[in-house]
């Protein structure tokens, strides 16, 4: 299972490389116009090599006489820097983007860590690998209640659903949610909106097709357990009693709710038929789950 948080972990080395080259270059930059500036700080850097000799010789004469050549020699740079107006810290690494301070995620105005936008890449492509490759003109910025019309309702799903998200869900019972609403009333497009913003605030998260468990392999079977969040979208009751579908997400939801990590059920049914008509140990997990 990779997460929105490796990917970010991975690309922060590049990040890191990346300060590393542009510090180089413009140190190379300030050499080559003052060259002076490169001997005066090659000749701080022979003096305190010289210094850690003498520390591990205990040469007390020499390391005073390191001591006092290196001070001489910083007092020279200083001046140098400030006569030609030249930055104290040109050789300082500098932080590439200013909003998250190169690590990948900032605090909202709601207090929340988010992914900045300097780390795009790595959220498109957490979404291929979270379920999602299939919705990428599905954009958060274009997201609108009432695009399906009842924007009053489906205005409180969304609230509901980001309750579940980031943990302030209040209502008492299982993990387990069921979001039930009617045909062409924009489930899936609020499916994956919940799943592309939970990866945006750092969790890690899946969206899939109940017939998806067809096909799924074991290793993969495995990660669904472990996901913050997991919505599972187009649940048919009598396909759970299909193959090895009702055998596969029972296992999932068994361990999902017994480690309290939130799921969601996604269907165009009414809960009641989806509990009469499920295999037997997915309904009695549906008796008990919370209906948005």
Known sequence: MISIRDLIYSSNSDVMITREMIRDRNVRAVY?????????????????????????????????????LERQLVDKRNRFLARNDISPDFDSEKVICDKCNDTGFFTNKGGHKQVCKCRQ??????????????FSMMKLENYKDDYFGNGEHRKDLRKKLISIVIG????????????????QTGKTFLAVYTAKLAINL?????????????????????????????????????????????????????SRIATLKPTVIVTSFQVTSLIAESDVRISGKLKGAKVL
Do not use: F, Q, W
Not at 168 to 183: A, N, P, Q
Not at 215 to 244: C, F, P, Q, R, W
């Open 32 to 68: 080559d116009k003052y060259p002076d500036l490169e001997e005066i700080d090659n000749a701080i850097v022979s003096a305190r090599t010289t210094g850690l000799i003498a520390i591990i010789d205990n040469n007390v004469v020499e390391m005073a006489h390191s001591k006092n």
């Open 121 to 134: 890449s790595d959220v498109e492509e957490c979404y291929r690998l979270s379920g999602l490759k299939d």
């Open 168 to 183: 302030t869900d209040k209502r008492s019972g299982s993990s387990l949610s069921i979001l039930s609403d009617g045909i």
């Open 202 to 254: 750092g969790y890690s998260a899946y969206y899939l097709k109940l017939d998806d468990l067809a096909n799924i392999y074991e290793d993969d079977l495995e990660d669904l357990k472990n996901y913050d969040i997991l919505l599972v979208d187009d649940y048919i009751a009598n396909m759970s009693m299909t193959g090895m579908i009702g055998t596969r997400l029972n296992s999932v939801l068994e």
